[in-house]
């Protein structure tokens, strides 16, 4: 990194992680590098670079390098929320993204929305039950936007437009914890919860296929571990 004017920039790992997992770590690093290289930017002591749902903040460990922190807690809705050294819970959250894509088998490219980003959501959600939920992901309208609309009841369910607001993501998912993986979800994509789980709905796809793991038991116990 130093070769085009970069600060060095390293991560943590915890002692006793398996040798897959630095490979793990090299992986967000070489995401940190291509930003760097691809954009032209220069990552400074203090700055902070989103990373799917998560970010980075990048502290001064030495005077030629730089050591990657994450959020604390992913589902915080501070607006300053702490951030503790390491990139693991950014890891864990990538890995359950990119299983919901692998087992409902869905096509095109996963885009995990940064958790600032909003959504057009239905006022009724939070007095649905737990388990009653569906989000659609259309294009986004502006740069914030992250294209997905949020509902308290079902595919076929209508919404007076008086109904619908505009909230951040990171409010919604600190009350549905298990929808986190289900954001990156591509453009066209559409989720169901009831009971039973969920119903993923390809894009360009009438009908839903039912996931086959049950995605309640997904919350900040299985990022913060």
Same mark, same amino acid.
């Given at each position: 990194?130093?070769?085009?004017?970069?600060?060095?920039i390293?991560?943590?790992?915890?002692?006793?992680?398996?040798h897959?997992?630095d490979?793990?770590?090299v992986?967000?690093?070489?995401?940190?590098?291509?930003?760097?290289?691809?954009t032209?930017?220069?990552?400074?002591?203090?700055?902070?670079l989103?990373?799917?749902?998560?970010?980075?903040?990048?502290?001064?460990?030495?005077?030629?390098? !730089?050591?990657?922190?994450? @959020? $604390?807690?992913?589902?915080?809705? /501070?607006?300053?929320?702490? &951030?503790?050294? +390491?990139?693991?819970?950014a890891?864990?959250?990538?890995?359950?993204?990119d299983?919901?894509?692998?087992?409902?088998?869905?096509?095109?490219?996963?885009?995990?929305p940064?958790?600032?980003?909003t959504?057009?959501?239905?006022?009724?959600?939070?007095?649905?039950p737990?388990?009653? !939920?569906?989000?659609?992901? @259309? $294009?986004?309208?502006?740069a914030? /936007?992250?294209?997905w609309? &949020?509902?308290? +009841?079902d595919?076929?369910?209508?919404?007076?437009?008086?109904?619908?607001?505009?909230?951040?993501?990171?409010?919604?998912?600190?009350r549905?914890?298990?929808?986190?993986?289900?954001?990156?979800?591509?453009?066209?994509?559409?989720?169901?919860?009831?009971?039973?789980?969920?119903?993923?709905?390809?894009?360009?796809?009438?009908?839903?296929?039912?996931?086959?793991?049950?995605?309640?038991?997904?919350?900040p116990?299985?990022?913060?571990?």
């Amino acid at each position: 990194m130093q070769a085009v004017g970069q600060m060095e920039i390293a991560a943590r790992v915890r002692a006793g992680r398996a040798h897959e997992w630095d490979h793990r770590v090299v992986g967000v690093l070489r995401f940190v590098a291509n930003y760097v290289t691809q954009t032209g930017a220069r990552i400074l002591p203090g700055e902070s670079l989103e990373y799917g749902w998560t970010f980075f903040r990048f502290v001064q460990r030495t005077p030629a390098l !730089l050591e990657a922190y994450e @959020l $604390e807690d992913v589902y915080s809705e /501070d607006p300053q929320p702490p &951030v503790v050294p +390491g990139v693991d819970r950014a890891i864990r959250l990538g890995d359950a993204a990119d299983d919901v894509m692998r087992r409902n088998r869905l096509t095109g490219t996963g885009d995990f929305p940064y958790r600032g980003k909003t959504a057009v959501s239905c006022v009724h959600w939070p007095n649905a039950p737990m388990c009653r !939920l569906f989000l659609e992901r @259309l $294009e986004p309208h502006e740069a914030r /936007d992250s294209g997905w609309t &949020v509902f308290c +009841g079902d595919k076929d369910q209508n919404h007076p437009d008086a109904d619908l607001v505009i909230e951040h993501l990171a409010h919604i998912a600190a009350r549905r914890p298990f929808i986190v993986p289900y954001l990156t979800m591509p453009t066209g994509c559409a989720a169901g919860f009831d009971d039973e789980g969920a119903i993923v709905f390809p894009s360009n796809e009438d009908g839903g296929r039912r996931d086959p793991v049950n995605p309640f038991g997904f919350g900040p116990a299985s990022v913060n571990r």
